[in-house]
């Protein structure tokens, strides 16, 4: 059932995240016209009510709002070609996902030129807190489009935070993502420690939950470690790897020293070469425990 018509929205990208977005937005009352190359998601989220389109051309055609979550930046640039090419009365696109600023400022120059505004908006948020509209927006770039989509951002998200310049989104994420990655590898370290001394990992999520040593990160992928089974991924470890590159990539050019999110590199690159790659990030506790000659039955 979704309330009163609030208008309509393109979507470009139905993954895990632009797909719980796109529910989200119908659920609450926006026309959402929907693009993905994979027929697959497009007839999962046609069956839930948003509008299946052709092209990315044809999802900006639909709406004066475009939203672009995609998973890589040579997918953001046809994106961006494209609409450019649509030849299109002006468009705010919101570039949701996290990449190099390269790639984010060579996709505003394509849709600037074409008399677009592209606005850096990357989310901060899992796939399941997408779901439940848990969402955190670091937006930057054109400040009267940012406020403009402001309320179809806060349909889908909890906060929508403007940081001024575009790329200081960017550059925020890169921050959170940071201690995501640290906070995700200390959280399996800290299962692999308690079950290695013979606690219940059950037991372990419930009271590290209630004391000092939480995060949102535990609460979060606490329940996956506990009970071993890391299939339903809100965040691929294949795509964690792309996103952890590029921070320390962009940490090495300014000259930053970052020796904990280092630290945590070769356990990620431990569980790609497990085959990991397509399990949740939760997965490291697979490559914790290995290394603390921990064996669990497979959940």
Same mark, same amino acid.
């Given at each position: *059932?979704?309330?009163?018509?609030?208008?309509?929205?393109?979507?470009?990208?139905?993954?895990?995240?632009?797909? !719980?977005?796109?529910?989200?937005?119908?659920?609450?009352?926006?026309?959402?016209?929907?693009? %993905?190359?994979?027929?697959?998601?497009?007839?999962?989220?046609?069956?839930?009510?948003?509008?299946?389109?052709?092209?990315?051309? %044809?999802? !900006?055609?639909?709406?004066?709002?475009?939203?672009?979550?995609?998973?890589?930046?040579?997918?953001?640039? =046809?994106?961006?070609?494209?609409?450019?090419?649509?030849? =299109?009365?002006?468009?705010?696109?919101?570039? =949701?996902?996290?990449?190099?600023?390269?790639?984010?400022?060579?996709?505003?120059?394509?849709?600037?030129?074409?008399?677009?505004?592209?606005?850096?908006?990357?989310?901060?948020?899992?796939?399941?807190?997408?779901?439940?509209?848990?969402?955190?927006?670091?937006?930057?770039?054109?400040?009267?489009?940012? %406020?403009? @989509?402001?309320?179809?951002?806060?349909?889908?998200?909890?906060?929508?935070?403007?940081?001024? !310049?575009?790329?200081?989104?960017?550059? *925020?994420?890169?921050?959170?993502?940071?201690?995501?990655?640290?906070?995700?590898?200390?959280? /399996?370290?800290?299962?692999?420690?308690?079950?290695?001394?013979?606690?219940?990992?059950?037991?372990?999520?419930?009271?590290?939950?209630?004391?000092?040593?939480?995060?949102?990160?535990?609460?979060?992928?606490?329940? *996956?470690?506990?009970?071993?089974?890391?299939?339903?991924?809100?965040?691929?470890?294949?795509?964690?790897?792309?996103?952890?590159?590029?921070?320390?990539?962009?940490?090495?050019?300014?000259?930053?020293?970052?020796?904990?999110?280092?630290?945590?590199?070769?356990?990620?690159?431990? @569980?790609?070469?497990?085959?990991?790659?397509?399990?949740?990030?939760? !997965?490291?506790?697979?490559?914790?425990? /290995?290394?603390?000659?921990?064996?669990?039955?497979?959940?």
């Amino acid at each position: *059932m979704t309330s009163a018509g609030k208008g309509a929205v393109g979507i470009v990208g139905l993954g895990i995240m632009g797909g !719980a977005i796109a529910r989200n937005l119908h659920a609450r009352g926006w026309r959402v016209f929907g693009f %993905d190359t994979d027929k697959a998601r497009c007839a999962e989220l046609r069956a839930a009510g948003i509008e299946i389109v052709a092209s990315a051309q %044809d999802a !900006a055609a639909q709406a004066p709002v475009v939203l672009v979550s995609l998973p890589r930046p040579d997918a953001l640039m =046809l994106t961006a070609n494209a609409i450019a090419a649509a030849k =299109l009365p002006r468009r705010i696109v919101v570039e =949701l996902g996290t990449f190099s600023l390269d790639d984010k400022y060579a996709a505003e120059t394509v849709l600037r030129a074409a008399g677009h505004v592209l606005l850096d908006c990357p989310i901060s948020g899992t796939g399941a807190q997408a779901k439940t509209r848990d969402l955190s927006i670091y937006a930057s770039g054109d400040a009267k489009s940012i %406020d403009a @989509a402001r309320p179809l951002l806060l349909d889908f998200a909890r906060a929508v935070s403007n940081l001024g !310049a575009f790329g200081n989104g960017t550059k *925020m994420k890169f921050v959170a993502n940071l201690l995501v990655a640290i906070h995700n590898v200390a959280s /399996a370290e800290a299962f692999a420690l308690g079950m290695k001394a013979g606690l219940d990992p059950a037991q372990i999520l419930e009271l590290v939950k209630s004391g000092a040593g939480n995060s949102r990160v535990f609460e979060l992928r606490g329940p *996956m470690m506990a009970e071993g089974r890391y299939d339903d991924a809100t965040m691929k470890i294949s795509v964690w790897q792309k996103d952890m590159a590029i921070i320390r990539e962009f940490a090495r050019t300014i000259g930053c020293k970052v020796p904990l999110l280092e630290a945590t590199a070769p356990v990620y690159d431990a @569980a790609l070469a497990r085959g990991l790659g397509q399990q949740d990030t939760a !997965a490291v506790s697979v490559v914790l425990e /290995a290394m603390a000659g921990i064996e669990r039955k497979p959940a």
